[in-house]
């Protein structure tokens, strides 16, 4: 059974897919945001490092959120764009955290047990920067807002092309030469003068 | 390039040009953007950026943004939040992370006293069932430890949620290996807090404890130096005896693949003592060399476990690198490799064995022969190794030793000692054990040697005994001898060894033997070597010596060969390539070609060692040189006026760099006319030269002959005569006396004695062997070739030889007009002396006025040539006669 709190988010979804305002995206953000991180925050009780999928964390949240819903398959996609979304930036707001915490001359944190433990330092060079990835979606939906929120949905989601595809309503071909064109352009800006792997 | 996705029309261009592209192949991709982008390059270029970006790129679960994200959500997992208490303890923010849970920085709050601990969660819904016995285990392990370089145990308990905590002395520092590295320790220091860390380690296992996982990361250092161990959290009691089936898979998982001994993969392995010391040496290997000894990056558990227990270690000295060197405070990569040959090799080896009871029985054992090595004495598992104790005397006494007659005695020794112990390894075959310290010492033994003996030899070279000891020719000519005789079964410090002897026989300007063994070792290592470094640098030192003999045209081809084998050289190949090509290309009358060479070379020698190290001094010297050579005196004053000081500084007072600059400067002067100032530079450089060198040299040779030019400049014809003759001697020694090097001699003082206007017949028969030798070992369009003929001309025209004077003087001109110089003194003198030559028998009015003018031109340019005042000579004879 749909709780209240269920009732008032697909409200907000409907209203913001259908093209809504500024006003619900943020009201979305509002209630999806501290979710996402708590549970990100929450999952080492439950499993194993290296298998965490975004496809996991925003099905936990939206089991959290809509317990009685699951079938609801429109509500779903919907909740699936803004949820990637949100999951962009909560990573981003992670790293910006995590460098202010760097300038106040903390310690690090180190990978203590891991395959490569202190394979932070070389593992620098095959990661993006997130926040910089932030902002270039950010100068991305400026221009091409679609091609922005596939990159969201295929990176922060998880999401396959032909599930993109369904989320937004769109021929998988749009959707993957759509992909093809923003993801290399994103690790070109990345990277400027170098191939971007 | 505007890539920019604010601009919507390049985007939207882009976009389609993208589209339309990214299926096609390469030819076609070419055509269609070259086609559909003509006028628009900018398009053109981002959208071929972005095609290149696109087929670049991993699959998307695995590119660089999806590991951002990984690693970001994998970072926002079991953040404890800030201000969650545990017992007495509330968490600031979080420390690190790793397989037993998460370790927050956390303060006491409960109103006593003001503490800073490291808080360890172990999440107790994934870690419930075996981590509750396990962490009081570790609780009373650690409790029992006090330890200085061990991190106290300060309270264990549970959280309000049942989360197992343990509160630790908090240690503000840095895992001991960045420590070392930001702080650039040298090897010694880095040793010290190794055996700080062994005593810890030791102190444990005397409680009956062994920590298992003792790694870089578990060892942090704090920013006054103090070494502390964490982390006994897989520490298990020796007394327990072998661990039951499931502490065993908890220990697996726990495991660190890195520095986990072979025995950790195995379940029903003990793991004691033995483990720890493996970790230690693998520890020692990251610490001295900057390499983990076994590669496990990237790898399952079980294809790691598969590579630790078959692959063979890579031992420190192996994998050295520039990087790791200056990290240690050394020049290069090879001084690093020396300084961890043998011992340190031999150390970290033994803790590496692949089977536990072949290890160091106790960490005392292995700190033992740390502490031994540092205080240069022999240690333990090395002993047996006959000649090894000697070695370690010498180094210890290094000082003292010096380059006497206890050197060659070593030394002959030591050549023996390699056959000797090779012979009885063989002998030894059979026994494994034997065979197995073979492949361990082997390397290490042959590189010691060749080292010992090279360093030997460059003691022996001039430069670095500076004369003292003129015995050294003979030690040297022994060790010759034993070399080229012997050695057969090693053929790489043969080989290595020949051509450090070829260097020192040039250093003896002793051509012939130089070459020999320089062609020697490139032969054996063309046919026993496949490491192209070893080959190119075997084919370098015979383009060294090529360019000696004056074939430059051999030795360029060398040159060829060695960039071909080579691809990134370190800077001292570089270096030393780089320079051998500027000395081809200047005897090939390409100094043009030389400067940026030797711009590189300078370049290539301050990067690598600084702007204070001899060899960048010496670079610079030598670029210094070639600036001169090529015209640009002014450059090179420059050049040599900036290092002077620096060279005063850096150099021994005896340094042949030295005597070089000071040469350079004394001509300087002598072309600026101040033979005030050139003669006592000249004469102090002379006398260096004469000291390092030795009187049969091509320093003292040149040298000489420079100051033969200024004292002809301050018209001290018999002592300038003196010293021209003298350097023609020693070049005929040296050289021979059809050497390119004679011809300059016979030059210089045949014009000379033609300047001085005195012994004629002398002046003309050394100007015509000049000239036939030049013709013979010169290209025919080189410049002192020409030079040559002009004196030579000028002679024959004296002696009334019109004929012959007419056709030398007009291949001279030939090739100055090939290559005219700014200032055009030597065509004006060629054009005066053919002039003057014209008037023997003719007279012509026409060939006065030609010599007029010459000579009007020459006075503008160069009034006090000699030759200048010959032709003077000539035009007044003419005009007096016509009158």
């Not at chain 2, 250093?507 to 130089?514: E, R, S, V």
Request: proline content about 4%; charged content about 25%; aromatic content about 4%.
């Amino acid at each position: 059974m749909p709780t209240s709190d269920s009732d008032e988010i697909t409200a907000l979804l409907q209203r913001w897919r259908s093209g809504g305002s500024k006003d619900e995206e943020l009201a979305l953000f509002t209630r999806l945001y501290p979710l996402l991180r708590q549970l990100a925050a929450h999952r080492l009780r439950r499993s194993a490092p290296m298998t965490w999928q975004p496809t996991d964390l925003i099905g936990e949240a939206y089991a959290r959120l809509f317990p009685g819903q699951r079938a609801d398959f429109r509500n779903r996609q919907h909740f699936l764009a803004i949820a990637a979304r949100v999951m962009r930036r909560v990573v981003a707001d992670h790293f910006r955290e995590r460098g202010a915490d760097k300038r106040g001359g903390a310690q690090a944190p180190l990978s203590l047990d891991q395959l490569g433990a202190e394979a932070d330092i070389a593992d620098v060079e095959r990661v993006a920067d997130l926040v910089e990835v932030d902002r270039l979606l950010d100068e991305l939906s400026t221009v091409d807002p679609r091609a922005a929120e596939i990159v969201e949905l295929r990176y922060f989601a998880g999401l396959t092309v032909p599930e993109v595809g369904d989320v937004l309503e769109l021929s998988e071909r749009t959707v993957k030469r759509s992909w093809q064109f923003a993801r290399a352009w994103l690790h070109a800006r990345l990277e400027p003068g170098a191939p971007a792997t | 390039m505007a890539e920019r996705a604010d601009d919507a029309r390049l985007w939207a261009r882009a976009r389609e040009l993208f589209d339309a592209c990214v299926d096609l192949d390469d030819v076609q991709r070419e055509r269609h953007l070259l086609d559909a982008t003509a006028g628009e390059p900018e398009v053109r270029a981002l959208v071929e950026r972005l095609l290149a970006t696109h087929a670049d790129l991993a699959p998307t679960r695995d590119d660089r943004i999806a590991r951002g994200i990984d690693a970001g959500v994998g970072a926002l997992w079991c953040e404890a939040p800030a201000g969650a208490r545990f017992g007495a303890f509330r968490v600031v923010r979080e420390l690190a992370r790793g397989g037993m849970g998460v370790v927050y920085l956390a303060e006491r709050d409960d109103g006593t006293v003001a503490q800073r601990v490291a808080l360890k969660l172990v999440a107790g819904t994934r870690f419930g069932a075996d981590a509750a016995p396990r962490l009081a285990r570790e609780y009373r392990l650690l409790a029992a430890l006090e330890h200085p370089h061990i991190a106290r145990l300060i309270d264990a308990g549970a959280g309000a949620d049942g989360t197992a905590y343990f509160a630790m002395e908090y240690v503000e520092g840095v895992p001991i290996t960045r420590h070392c590295d930001e702080r650039a320790l040298a090897l010694r220091a880095r040793l010290g807090l190794f055996l700080d860390v062994c005593a810890a380690v030791q102190y444990a296992h005397a409680q009956l404890v062994v920590h298992r996982d003792i790694k870089s990361a578990n060892v942090l250092v704090r920013d006054d130096g103090l070494a502390k161990l964490l982390d006994f959290g897989i520490a298990m009691r020796l007394a327990d005896g072998a661990p039951d089936h499931g502490e065993t898979l908890a220990a697996g998982i726990f495991l660190s693949p890195h520095s986990a001994a072979p025995e950790q993969f195995r379940p029903n392995d003990p793991v004691g003592v033995a483990a720890d010391v493996y970790a230690l040496g693998v520890l020692l290997c990251e610490l001295v060399g900057g390499m983990r000894p076994i590669d496990v990056d990237g790898l399952d558990a079980e294809a790691a476990m598969e590579r630790v227990e078959h692959a063979p270690p890579l031992l420190p000295s192996v994998a050295c690198t520039l990087e790791a060197a200056d990290r240690r405070g050394l020049a290069n990569a090879s001084a690093l490799r020396r300084a961890l040959q043998g011992d340190i090799d031999a150390i970290v080896a033994r803790c590496l064995e692949k089977e536990p009871q072949r290890r160091y029985a106790s960490v005392a054992a292995l700190a033992d022969d740390i502490e031994r090595h540092l205080a240069r004495r022999p240690i333990s598992i090395r002993a047996h190794e006959r000649g090894y104790r000697a070695r370690r005397f010498v180094h210890r006494h290094a000082v003292a030793t010096g380059f006497g007659a206890v050197a060659a005695a070593l030394l002959v020794g030591f050549v023996a000692y390699g056959i000797v112990t090779n012979r009885e390894l063989a002998r030894q075959r059979d026994d494994a054990r034997m065979r197995e310290q073979q492949a361990v010492f082997q390397r290490g033994r042959a590189e010691a040697v060749t080292d010992f003996l090279v360093g030997l030899f460059r003691s022996t070279a001039p430069e670095q005994t500076r004369g003292h000891d003129v015995g050294a020719r003979e030690l040297v000519d022994k060790a010759r001898a034993g070399v080229e005789a012997g050695l057969a079964a090693q053929p790489d410090l043969k080989a290595s060894m020949l051509s450090a002897l070829s260097d020192v026989y040039l250093a003896f300007d002793d051509l012939d033997t130089a070459e020999r063994l320089a062609r020697a070792a490139a032969s054996l290592r063309d046919s026993t070597s496949t490491d192209p470094t070893q080959r190119a640098a075997a084919l370098l030192q015979t383009a060294v010596v090529a360019n000696r003999r004056g074939r430059p045209a051999d030795a360029l081809k060398m040159l060829d060969a060695v960039d071909r084998l080579v691809h990134a050289p370190d800077p001292g190949m570089r270096s030393r390539t780089l320079e051998t090509r500027a000395e081809t290309l200047l005897a090939l009358a390409r100094t043009k070609e030389a400067v940026p060479l030797l711009e590189e070379d300078v370049d290539v020698v301050t990067t690598a060692y600084g702007e204070d190290d001899p060899r960048a001094l010496r670079a610079t010297t030598k670029l210094a040189g070639v600036l001169r050579a090529a015209g640009r005196v002014d450059d090179a004053q420059a050049l040599l006026a900036l290092s002077l000081p620096r060279m005063r500084r850096n150099l021994a007072p005896d340094d042949p760099y030295l005597a070089e600059s000071l040469i350079a400067l004394a001509m300087h002067a002598r072309n600026h006319g101040d033979m005030d100032q050139a003669e006592p530079l000249a004469k102090e450089a002379l006398e260096l030269d004469q000291r390092i060198y030795g009187e049969n040299s091509a320093h003292t040779s040149r040298t000489a002959q420079v100051l033969a030019t200024i004292e002809s400049a301050r018209g001290r014809k018999d002592e300038a005569r003196a010293l021209f003759a003298r350097s023609l001697a020693i070049v005929v020694a040296i050289y021979g006396g059809d050497s390119a090097q004679a011809a300059s001699a016979e030059f210089n003082l045949g014009s000379h004695l033609q300047a001085s206007g005195a012994q004629v017949d002398e002046a003309l028969a050394h100007l015509q062997r000049a000239v036939a030798i030049a013709t013979q070992r010169l290209p025919p369009d080189h410049i002192n070739l020409a030079i040559y003929r002009i004196s030579l001309g000028s002679s024959l025209r004296e002696r009334g030889r019109h004929t012959e004077a007419d056709a030398v003087l007009r291949q001279a001109l030939a090739v100055f007009e090939a290559n005219p110089a700014p200032r055009g003194l030597n065509i004006a003198l060629t054009r005066g002396e053919l002039a003057c030559n014209e008037l023997g028998p003719a007279r012509s009015a026409e060939a006065i006025a030609a010599l007029q003018g010459a000579v009007i031109a020459l006075h503008r340019i160069a009034p006090d040539e000699p030759s200048v005042l010959r032709l003077d000579r000539c035009l007044a004879q003419a005009t007096s006669r016509r009158r």
